[in-house]
């Protein structure tokens, strides 16, 4: 089965959102913790510092998930990959990525968590920069 580009993703998140082509944006690529094989992209709009849209694409179908606009008053994903291998104490060079599953650390696809992992141990940091040891299920809704 073939899977969208990052490209595609940002063409069907400016068309829902009804943004011009002018306004940056940008694709990140997450995997569903939970469901092996599942993947979307996070596309957000405008520029680092200030977002004014976010829109989860499903790789697969193309199709626009869950979206919702922002006030620009900040990044929508403000830690990077190297920031939270930092926050979570590992060295340089330690596996990060981008993932989601409903659990107490995001009720949303629109926040993922950073998976960090080296060959002992794998945690989890949110986009406030708390670190998580487990991705503990909700208790409601998710």
């Known amino acids: 089965m073939s899977k969208i580009t ?4 940002i ?3 400016r068309s829902l959102l009804g943004f011009s082509p002018l306004i940056p944006a940008r694709a990140l690529l997450t995997s569903r913790a939970d469901r092996i094989g599942e993947e979307y ?3 957000v709009f405008g520029e680092l510092q200030a977002s004014i849209g976010v829109v989860a694409v499903d790789i697969t ?3 626009a998930m869950i979206w919702a606009s922002l006030p620009g008053r900040g990044p929508h994903v403000p830690i990077d990959s190297e920031t939270a291998v930092k926050r979570a104490g590992f060295q340089p060079g330690a596996r990060a990525r981008l993932v989601w ?3 107490k ?3 949303s696809p629109l926040y993922p ?3 960090i992992s080296d060959n002992m141990r794998t945690v989890y940091v949110d986009q406030q920069g708390i670190v998580w040891q487990s991705l503990e299920p909700c208790d409601h809704g998710g």
């Open 41 to 43: 992209y996070l596309v």
């Open 105 to 107: 650390a995001s009720r």
């Open 61 to 63: 179908s193309g199709e």
């Open 113 to 115: 968590l950073w998976e």
């Open 6 to 9: 990052e490209d595609e993703a």
């Open 101 to 103: 599953r409903p659990c």
């Open 11 to 13: 063409v069907t998140a």
